[in-house]
């Protein structure tokens, strides 16, 4: 639900170049880190949905719309894939374990890098974009790399704060 408004209002309310700071991939993003795999048929539905409804791509047919949902909804779990075949597993099933900020940047980045250009593909496959491969890819890598920054940094910012407060409160009410 929260993806479907984020993307519309962005798609639909925010500049061009504002979309330069893509927010439903750092959605997509965090809610792979939260729950790994179990993410997965959600965030199909949520992209599928958000495609018929806000029409990103319009004149899109329904199989175009169908690879987008899920090249999105992947786009996290391939970075992940890519990150554990160096034998490292990114996201640690313990959620108390805390995660690598470098494996956090890498699961970021691999996830764009997969993201934007399998999307632009599609696009160009079906006729909906016909322009410069590397520039409209890069601009997805950087909407979605600066969106996913940005929801994933914030989450665990409130998070920490969150635990601190808590901790704070507990050593006042112990007094």
């Given at each position: ?171 006042r009410s112990s007094q």
């Amino acid at each position: 639900m929260a993806y479907t408004l984020v993307f519309g209002l962005q798609i639909n309310f925010m500049r061009e170049e504002m979309i330069y700071l893509f927010i439903p991939h750092g959605i997509r993003l965090l809610g792979f880190i939260l729950l790994k795999h179990w993410v997965l048929p959600s965030l199909f539905l949520a992209q599928f949905v958000t495609s018929l409804l806000f029409e990103p791509f319009p004149g899109a047919s329904i199989y175009t719309i169908v690879v987008f949902s899920i090249t999105s909804s992947l786009a996290p779990v391939m970075a992940y894939w890519v990150i554990r075949g160096v034998g490292v597993d990114p996201v640690p099933s313990d959620q108390n374990q805390p995660l690598s900020w470098q494996y956090l940047v890498a699961l970021s980045v691999i996830s764009c890098l997969f993201n934007g250009p399998l999307v632009v593909l599609n696009l160009m496959q079906q006729g909906l974009y016909s322009g410069p491969f590397v520039h409209e890819s890069t601009k997805f890598f950087v909407g979605d790399l600066l969106g996913a920054s940005a929801v994933v940094i914030g989450y665990f910012l409130a998070k920490h704060s969150y635990a601190l407060l808590w901790k704070v409160a507990l050593s006042r009410s112990s007094q």
